[in-house]
């Protein structure tokens, strides 16, 4: 079995490392370049920090030298890094932002200091809404952007019309959305008869749905470890095929 994974380029790759221990073959195809500002992070006002990317995670331990404030990570990947980089107090939502907005929530008192919100240029919910209507204060601090591919490469192009892929991997609406506009522009349709999607939630899956594929499935909690999970039950259910 192989599968094209869409996430960027440095989470791309940690994912291929992970499915080659399974023994899931991967291309990379980043339809999202992260574009870091390289700002510092100033974190000695705040009470604690909201994390809702990798690329955030990266952009916070690269910004800043503080390793004790709470860092609050919306999923496993996020987290992970974080701790990676030394950080002491690290909660995990597993995957969901309304999860990590509940446990802000119920962990953190708002009298106690403003909280700093890292994330991209795009968001999905608005946290800062949530939270404010809880009455903390938060600031945002725009990190990166996240600029979408016009075009597969040569390499994607070619294994997709050979059918040499089996399965493509989602993790963001953004992600999904860059993909069917280039699958539209190239007028590939026909490739999705034998072609099956994994994808990270609903939400995720909802611009790429009709698109024809030959199965769409969904991870069974929205972080890597659950989709990774999917990938290992569909090369089991189905088999490996060999590719050229």
């Given at each position: 079995?192989?599968?094209l994974i869409t996430r960027?380029?440095?989470?791309?790759?940690?994912?291929?490392?992970?499915?080659?221990?399974?023994?899931?073959?991967?291309?990379?195809?980043?339809?999202?370049?992260?574009?870091?500002?390289?700002?510092?992070?100033?974190?000695?006002?705040?009470?604690?920090?909201?994390?809702?990317?990798?690329?955030?995670?990266?952009?916070?331990?690269?910004?800043?030298?503080?390793?004790?404030?709470?860092?609050?990570?919306?999923?496993?990947?996020?987290?992970?890094?974080?701790?990676?980089?030394?950080?002491?107090?690290?909660?995990?939502?597993?995957?969901?932002?309304?999860?990590?907005?509940?446990?802000i929530i119920s962990e953190?008192?708002?009298?106690?200091?403003?909280?700093?919100?890292?994330?991209?240029?795009?968001?999905?919910?608005?946290?800062?809404?949530?939270?404010?209507?809880?009455?903390?204060?938060?600031?945002?601090?725009?990190?990166?952007?996240?600029?979408?591919?016009?075009?597969?490469?040569?390499?994607?192009?070619?294994?997709?019309?050979?059918?040499?892929?089996?399965?493509?991997?989602?993790?963001?609406?953004?992600?999904?959305?860059?993909?069917?506009?280039?699958?539209?522009?190239?007028?590939?349709?026909?490739?999705?008869?034998?072609?099956?999607?994994?994808?990270?939630?609903?939400?995720?899956?909802?611009?790429?749905?009709?698109?024809?594929?030959?199965?769409?499935?969904?991870?069974?909690?929205?972080?890597?470890?659950?989709?990774?999970?999917?990938?290992?039950?569909?090369?089991?259910?189905?088999?490996?095929?060999?590719?050229?």
């Amino acid at each position: 079995m192989k599968v094209l994974i869409t996430r960027h380029e440095s989470t791309a790759i940690n994912l291929g490392n992970i499915l080659s221990q399974e023994g899931i073959a991967s291309m990379r195809e980043p339809l999202l370049k992260i574009v870091p500002k390289f700002e510092p992070i100033l974190v000695k006002d705040f009470q604690a920090l909201i994390v809702t990317s990798a690329s955030g995670s990266i952009a916070l331990a690269k910004g800043t030298d503080c390793r004790r404030i709470p860092v609050f990570a919306v999923g496993g990947a996020t987290a992970a890094i974080a701790i990676e980089a030394g950080f002491e107090q690290v909660r995990n939502a597993n995957g969901r932002v309304l999860t990590l907005t509940d446990i802000i929530i119920s962990e953190l008192n708002p009298d106690h200091g403003p909280l700093l919100y890292i994330s991209g240029e795009n968001i999905s919910v608005d946290i800062e809404k949530i939270l404010r209507a809880e009455k903390f204060k938060i600031h945002r601090q725009i990190v990166y952007r996240a600029v979408p591919a016009k075009a597969f490469s040569a390499s994607t192009m070619h294994a997709l019309r050979k059918n040499n892929i089996d399965v493509v991997s989602f993790f963001s609406p953004r992600t999904a959305i860059t993909f069917a506009n280039i699958i539209e522009k190239e007028r590939l349709r026909g490739i999705f008869r034998s072609l099956k999607a994994v994808c990270l939630s609903e939400a995720v899956a909802d611009p790429i749905r009709n698109l024809g594929w030959q199965e769409v499935l969904i991870s069974g909690t929205p972080d890597q470890e659950s989709l990774v999970r999917s990938l290992c039950e569909l090369r089991d259910r189905d088999g490996s095929a060999d590719h050229d």
